[in-house]
């Protein structure tokens, strides 16, 4: 496969992931619900009637009936049983989007024009007749065509995408932002999961679940999202919502931070320490409150944290822990005094979760939490005074390029 092809195919799996989620969001009912990949790739169930939808995505190619034929053949096969009271019955839909070539389906189809183009086809050098093969009448067939819907001009890529994301707005609220980094990542991968399981009764999801399922506040890493986003810019998103301040504003902002303990690297979790101390503090003489930030860090032992913090000291990077000498209880008292030009105190540092709850709770001041996760998030603290931001990376390098 060209690389060229793998982005086309990659674009018309989001395409028919972002048609499902849209999908879901339309329906009427909470009760109501879709099926992923069951008798089509997406299946919409009511308390009235199912619609098995097939979806195609070609920006790239002119329409021409044989790229639907297979899909409509295939339904013809689905209706036969239905008729034979073998499968239920149920509606179809074909939708897709194409370069051009609309205009030839501009006439309609009646039942001659399915017979021709559709379900006429060649096999080893001899012309078949599926709806002969199914022994439909053209009265069976008119009905074949009173449940099947076709549509050829659906939306253009980025045009549904951004449907999506508003109609995700509208049914949960909040900034255009979280629709997309909140909901819309999070029903990528609800949609995701649902299309890789093995039973199709495990492949069904509700509107009610649904929502339930994606209305969290936690950033994920979905590959999927960032694959869509690219990854450079995905991060830079991110940096832009909530790490780029003119101003920046004298917040007591607690930075949390998890490494892997497989790829692991000192120095890189040193420089983070720098990175963070030179935009997130504020220590000039003439600054009116002068601050820097407090960091905690998950996945590493006491013994590394220790020889860490002990490093950046000698080099001459002050910064305290809320133990004021050897053996002594942690003081949240020590920890939050203010860093000031006089006593150089760059950077706060939480060597536990208790430590990090206690403080957080000891401030007075306007609290920022920032929690990077690998896996699941490990600080569950949420207050309504406090902003408690969760985004979930892939590796610690990251981090540095949001902040």
């Known amino acids: 496969m060209t690389d060229r092809s793998a982005v086309d195919t990659i674009r018309g799996y989001f395409y028919q992931f972002d048609l499902s989620i849209f999908s879901v969001l339309q329906l009427t009912s909470p009760d109501d619900s879709i099926e992923i990949e069951c008798t089509e790739d997406i299946d919409i169930r009511t308390a009235s009637e199912v619609t098995a939808t097939q979806c195609k995505y070609y920006a790239k190619t002119e329409y021409n009936h044989s790229v639907i034929k297979d899909a409509i053949k295939h339904m013809a096969s689905h209706f036969k049983e239905s008729l034979d009271g073998t499968k239920p019955k149920i509606a179809y839909s074909i939708k897709g989007h194409y370069e051009s070539g609309q205009e030839k389906l501009d006439g309609g189809v009646d039942v001659d024009f399915l017979k021709k183009h559709f379900l006429t086809y060649t096999k080893d050098k001899v012309i078949c007749h599926h709806h002969l093969d199914l022994e439909l009448s053209d009265a069976d067939l008119n009905e074949f065509l009173v449940r099947l819907t076709i549509d050829i001009k659906a939306k253009e890529f980025d045009q549904q995408f951004r449907e999506v994301v508003r109609a995700l707005q509208v049914a949960l609220g909040g900034s255009l932002f979280a629709a997309e980094y909140f909901f819309y990542n999070n029903a990528l991968a609800v949609i995701r999961d649902l299309s890789i399981k093995a039973s199709p009764a495990d492949r069904a999801i509700t509107k009610k679940q649904f929502l339930a399922r994606i209305n969290t506040s936690s950033i994920l890493f979905n590959e999927w999202f960032v694959e869509r986003k690219g990854k450079k810019a995905h991060l830079a998103a991110l940096r832009k919502e909530y790490f780029t301040e003119l ?157």
């Not at 930075?255 to 320490?273: A, C, I, P």
């Not at 998950?298 to 000698?314: A, F, M, P, W, Y």
């Not at 060597?351 to 896996?375: C, M, P, W």
């Open 247 to 403: 101003n920046v504003p004298p917040y007591e902002r607690f930075f949390m931070v998890e490494v892997d303990s497989d790829s692991y690297e000192r120095g890189d979790l040193k420089d983070l320490f720098h990175d963070l101390s030179r935009k997130w503090a504020k220590l000039s003489a003439r600054e009116p409150s002068p601050f820097c930030p407090y960091i905690y860090v998950h996945g590493v032992t006491d013994s590394e944290l220790l020889e860490l913090k002990r490093e950046l000291s000698n080099e001459g990077f002050k910064l305290v822990d809320g133990h004021d000498f050897q053996g002594a209880d942690f003081s949240h008292q020590s920890i939050t005094q203010t860093a000031t030009h006089g006593n150089g105190i760059r950077i706060k540092v939480l060597n536990t979760l208790s430590n990090v709850e206690k403080t957080v709770d000891a401030v007075t001041k306007t609290r920022r939490i920032y929690q990077f996760h690998l896996g699941s998030c490990y600080f569950q603290y949420d207050k309504p005074a406090i902003r408690h931001i969760k985004i979930q990376v892939e590796r610690l390098s990251d981090v540095k390029s949001i902040i």
